[in-house]
């Protein structure tokens, strides 16, 4: 059973456009909610991450959406570059201990 | 500061062998996780140590055993390599076992044939 359920698998942007990319949860013991972008041939690197207690949080043109009830969190990239292309991968977990990741989004960002 | 490194890069294994893989946390990081990234799809996670201890364990068979050293580096050993074990290899590192983000080194590219 997939714990964390991401979409779409891919998505389209233009330059300056807003990304957004869903996901939802199943258990509700999920307690740290991080999201993390992957180039190809790298590992993946941690862009941001949420807590349940806040329902927002935002650095810079990043910012993670959080609905408790709803057990779904966003992932929102405001004035889209080229350079944000990559897959993105949300994920969820319990105490920090294992981390489940969704089927991850590929992101093309087109000048 | 040196983020999570892996060794080696790259692997190419047959069928039936054994592969170690190595990785080197983040300095202060004393927990370490490993994942395998199949393809096309997220990471799913192996195993979790925590000051030499195994804290979790994911659904991979006994096959995948793993273990982390006094300086908190770690290996993941494969035995019985299978063609479907192909897949990028990512070690994680945290500061704790519990509320902390993880940081993923590069990964390390394993090739059964």
């Known amino acids: 059973q997939q714990q964390v359920k991401q979409s779409p698998q891919s998505l389209i942007v233009q330059k300056g456009g807003i990304s957004i990319i869903n996901c939802a949860y199943e258990?509700?013991?999920?307690?740290?909610f991080p999201w993390y972008q992957q180039f190809p041939g790298k590992g993946p690197a941690l862009l941001i991450a949420?807590?349940?207690?806040?329902s927002e949080k935002k650095e810079g043109r990043f910012t993670i959406s959080f609905n408790k009830s709803a057990k779904q969190f966003s992932l929102h990239i405001m004035d889209s570059q080229p350079g944000d292309s990559a897959t993105y991968f949300c994920a969820a977990s319990r105490d920090g201990n294992q981390f489940y990741f969704g089927t991850g989004t590929s992101l093309t960002v087109i000048p | 500061d040196a983020g999570v490194t892996q060794s080696p890069t790259h692997l190419i294994k047959t069928r039936g062998q054994q592969v170690t893989l190595r990785c080197s946390p983040i300095s202060g990081h004393k927990s370490v996780s490993w994942y395998q990234q199949v393809l096309g799809q997220g990471p799913q996670f192996i195993f979790q140590?925590?000051?030499?201890?195994?804290?979790g364990r994911g659904n991979f068979p006994d096959r995948f055993s793993a273990r982390q050293f006094p300086n908190y580096s770690s290996e993941l050993n494969v035995n019985a390599l299978l063609l479907g074990d192909s897949a990028l290899y990512l070690c994680?590192?945290?500061?704790?076992?519990?509320?902390?983000?993880?940081?993923f080194g590069p990964g390390t590219r394993l090739l059964v044939l």
């Open positions: 949420i807590r349940p207690d806040v």
């Open positions: 140590y925590y000051e030499k201890e195994e804290r």
């Open positions: 258990n509700t013991a999920f307690d740290y």
């Open positions: 994680a590192s945290s500061l704790a076992d519990s509320n902390s983000a993880q940081y």
